[in-house]
């Protein structure tokens, strides 16, 4: 309890947000601070994400567009904004509370997920994206393990310890074990972070934003492939949780800028030997250079290991009591 209420003394105090008693600090981001807080009014948990108007990458806009397009969007697999303000010093974006915290995190605990727990995230994160393309309009444009957060906080069950290879040869003993998952049910996924994202279709007339008529040709074709950003970023997703590396990586950000614009990457032995080729045949349907050959979030839903059953079905979702 001493510990608890030294680091609550330590968080920031907001003027303007003495409805809310902050909790702890979630994580940060590139101009803001996301906390967990309760609203001492209804005495629900919240996510409060704060973002200082001094900072030298304050953008109005860019916060209004972010505030504007959550307002418009409401799906499962999305974080739901509840409430906007401002006050002199800050923005103020009240959101759902996802206390399961960051993909980013179980990839980090876990190493790698197995293709049934793989399937159970990434659809539900493509179902957040099919909700944004084609009802709303929007690109996400920053999806990454980062922004794609769990709630309520996931027990993912070791039933089956996975046998992961490794690559030293002198080792007498094959590989390691390493936590497996059992596959079954781990809760919902939210997808996060508008901050990127932008609006590409005008919602009631279904074509892009501002006079078509007037729009040149390379306008219109990068709106209607603007979408494929997200495609590409899905791929790169399902890539690592299913071994725990991404797919481009070099320690120089030149080397793997040409990396990803060649679509460079391979399913690396040993660590993929053992992964189906349904999976990598999604995988390399998402990793293509071509955008307008890359899939699209219904050609994604309708492939099949998308629609394949898992192992283990209907288990009770085991899931921690809130704090
Ligand atoms: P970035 O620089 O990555 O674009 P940002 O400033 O736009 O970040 P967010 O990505 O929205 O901020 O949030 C930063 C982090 O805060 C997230 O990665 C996540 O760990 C945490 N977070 C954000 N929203 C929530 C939420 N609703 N519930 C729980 N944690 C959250």
């Given at each position: 309890?001493?510990?608890?209420?030294k680091?609550?003394?330590?968080?920031?105090?907001?003027?303007?947000?003495?409805?809310?008693?902050?909790?702890?600090?979630?994580?940060?981001?590139?101009?803001?601070?996301?906390?967990?807080?309760?609203?001492?009014?209804?005495?629900?948990?919240?996510?409060?994400?704060?973002?200082?108007?001094?900072?030298?990458?304050?953008?109005?806009?860019?916060?209004?567009?972010?505030?504007?397009?959550?307002?418009?969007v409401?799906?499962?697999?999305?974080?739901?904004?509840?409430?906007?303000?401002?006050?002199?010093?800050?923005?103020?974006?009240?959101?759902?509370?996802?206390?399961?915290?960051?993909?980013?995190?179980?990839?980090?605990?876990?190493?790698?997920?197995s293709?049934?727990?793989?399937?159970?995230?990434?659809?539900?994160?493509?179902?957040?994206?099919?909700?944004?393309?084609?009802?709303?309009?929007?690109?996400?444009?920053d999806?990454?393990?980062?922004?794609?957060?769990?709630?309520?906080?996931?027990?993912?069950?070791?039933?089956?310890?996975?046998?992961?290879?490794?690559?030293?040869?002198?080792?007498?003993?094959?590989?390691?074990?390493?936590?497996?998952?059992?596959?079954?049910?781990?809760g919902?996924?939210?997808?996060?972070?508008?901050?990127?994202?932008?609006?590409?279709?005008?919602?009631?007339?279904?074509?892009?934003?501002?006079?078509?008529?007037y729009?040149?040709?390379?306008?219109v074709?990068?709106?209607?492939?603007?979408?494929?950003?997200?495609?590409?970023?899905?791929?790169?997703?399902?890539?690592?949780?299913?071994?725990?590396?991404?797919?481009?990586?070099?320690?120089?950000?030149?080397?793997?800028?040409?990396?990803?614009?060649?679509?460079?990457?391979?399913?690396?032995?040993?660590?993929?030997?053992?992964?189906?080729d349904?999976?990598?045949?999604?995988?390399?349907?998402?990793?293509?250079?071509?955008?307008?050959?890359r899939?699209?979030?219904?050609?994604?839903?309708?492939?099949?290991?998308?629609?394949?059953?898992?192992?283990?079905?209907?288990?009770?979702?085991?899931?921690?009591?809130?704090?």
């Amino acid at each position: 309890v001493e510990a608890d209420n030294k680091r609550r003394s330590q968080l920031p105090h907001y003027p303007g947000l003495e409805r809310f008693e902050m909790i702890r600090k979630l994580g940060d981001g590139a101009f803001s601070n996301v906390f967990e807080a309760r609203d001492l009014k209804t005495g629900k948990k919240v996510a409060i994400k704060v973002a200082q108007k001094s900072h030298p990458n304050d953008k109005r806009a860019n916060i209004m567009k972010e505030v504007e397009i959550m307002r418009n969007v409401r799906h499962p697999n999305i974080v739901q904004l509840i409430h906007y303000m401002e006050t002199y010093d800050n923005y103020f974006l009240t959101l759902d509370l996802c206390q399961g915290g960051e993909l980013f995190h179980q990839i980090v605990k876990l190493t790698y997920f197995s293709e049934n727990l793989s399937r159970h995230v990434i659809t539900q994160v493509a179902l957040a994206v099919r909700h944004l393309h084609e009802e709303c309009g929007v690109v996400h444009r920053d999806i990454k393990p980062e922004n794609i957060l769990f709630d309520p906080i996931p027990i993912i069950p070791s039933k089956k310890r996975i046998y992961r290879p490794t690559d030293s040869a002198d080792k007498e003993d094959e590989g390691e074990f390493m936590p497996g998952i059992g596959g079954g049910g781990i809760g919902n996924i939210k997808l996060a972070d508008f901050g990127l994202s932008k609006v590409i279709w005008d919602n009631s007339t279904l074509t892009p934003c501002g006079t078509v008529g007037y729009t040149a040709p390379e306008i219109v074709t990068d709106q209607r492939y603007s979408k494929s950003v997200d495609m590409w970023a899905i791929g790169c997703v399902l890539y690592t949780i299913l071994c725990g590396f991404p797919p481009f990586y070099d320690n120089s950000i030149r080397a793997l800028t040409e990396k990803v614009a060649r679509g460079e990457y391979t399913f690396l032995s040993p660590w993929w030997d053992t992964i189906s080729d349904s999976v990598k045949d999604l995988i390399s349907h998402l990793l293509c250079v071509d955008a307008r050959k890359r899939y699209t979030i219904d050609q994604f839903l309708n492939h099949p290991w998308i629609k394949e059953e898992p192992f283990i079905r209907n288990d009770p979702m085991p899931v921690l009591p809130a704090k």
